[in-house]
């Protein structure tokens, strides 16, 4: 059974920064990707950073240049570090880990941190 465990959320100022972390409960190179997302009210989940297995990284255009993607293998960790934090960041962001088995994909995901930029 995979678990996911997100921390870091909080309230921050505009501008700002938070950094995320999502531990998992085994090794995050067993999984083919991992990533981050985020549901505001009333919107739908969106992905906002991802990382493969192999250390390729892809961002939602809102978030490049602010938010940086990372990983700890050692610690079975996932990290999202936000810079220059704007108001509609505001949401609760989900660790995403995803397996392809049989060309089937299986997500697992984290209980979800509340972010909220706001002064």
């Known amino acids: 059974q995979v678990q996911l465990v997100e921390s870091g959320g909080g309230l921050v100022q505009p501008g700002g920064s938070l950094r995320l972390s999502c531990a998992a409960s085994?090794?995050?190179?067993?999984?083919?990707?991992m990533g981050w997302y985020r549901q505001a009210p009333g919107k739908q989940r969106d992905l906002v950073a991802a990382i493969t297995s192999g250390g390729s990284t892809n961002y939602a255009d809102s978030v490049k240049g602010r938010f940086t993607i990372s990983r700890d293998g050692a610690k079975n960790t996932l990290y999202l570090q936000m810079n220059s934090l704007k108001p509609e960041d505001t949401a609760v962001y989900y660790c995403?880990?995803?397996?392809?088995?049989?060309?089937?994909?299986?997500?697992?995901w984290g209980q979800g941190t509340q972010v909220t930029v706001s002064s």
């Open positions: 995403n880990a995803r397996s392809v088995r049989a060309w089937t994909d299986y997500d697992y």
């Open positions: 085994g090794s995050i190179f067993s999984f083919n990707a």
